[in-house]
């Protein structure tokens, strides 16, 4: 599904750090190594049919490569 961010991200948390994610060496391979992370947010998005909405985003970072693979976990409102 695609989508858009619109505005910041909100109460953004660290899930996983390191060997503590599981696609790490796809990670590594596909965008490079770094100091990979898993976090987690809320974001408004608007979707590709132009609806706004309220949703959970996952997403990977890494420092000097920045965020990568970031998908709709939920719908919050």
């Known amino acids: 599904m695609r989508f858009e961010i619109i505005g910041k991200i909100i109460?953004?948390?660290t899930i996983?750090?390191?060997k503590g994610i599981r696609i790490l060496p796809l990670?590594?391979?596909r965008y490079g190594k770094g100091r990979w992370r898993k976090l987690k947010g809320i974001?408004?998005?608007r979707l590709s049919d132009g609806t706004v909405?309220?949703?959970e985003i996952p997403w990977f970072e890494a420092h000097g490569i920045g965020k990568r693979k970031m998908r709709i976990?939920?719908?919050l409102d």
């Open 16 to 18: 996983a750090t390191g």
């Open 27 to 29: 990670l590594q391979k």
């Open 53 to 55: 909405r309220l949703a």
């Open 43 to 45: 974001a408004n998005i």
């Open 11 to 13: 109460d953004i948390e």
């Open 73 to 75: 976990k939920r719908f």
